[in-house]
């Protein structure tokens, strides 16, 4: 049997995803507060 809801509900895929989220949010972030201050 395929195991098929372990690669689709893949813990290291999901914490890799979530990293590059936040990690993109901080520069959304940092860039907003760059374009406030100049």
Known sequence: ???V???RFNP???LILGI???FLG???FIA???V???
Do not use: Q, R
């Open 1 to 3: 049997m395929p195991d």
């Open 5 to 7: 809801e372990t690669k």
């Open 12 to 14: 290291t895929v999901e």
């Open 20 to 22: 590059i989220i936040a």
């Open 26 to 28: 901080v520069l959304v």
């Open 32 to 34: 907003g507060i760059l």
């Open 36 to 38: 406030i201050i100049f």
